[in-house]
């Protein structure tokens, strides 16, 4: 399980731009897993900030999304 509260995280890198699948919100903090089934395959986490809905494959194009 990861802490939706990771999105207080000023460390972690923001993107913009794509829509969470759960609420609409467009920004998420992503990082790479250290342990767990996602760890394994190198994947990264999405964290929706606005309601903390996390995914290794987020659901808008990432393409026509912005990292800040």
Known sequence: TINPEVTQDP????MRGARCESCGHD???LFQAESGAFAA???L???CC???YNSACWPSSPTAAKRV
Do not use: K, N, P
């Open 11 to 14: 460390t972690l890198q923001r």
């Open 27 to 29: 920004e998420a903090v």
């Open 41 to 43: 395959s190198l994947s």
């Open 45 to 47: 986490i999405f964290v």
């Open 50 to 52: 606005g309601c903390g």
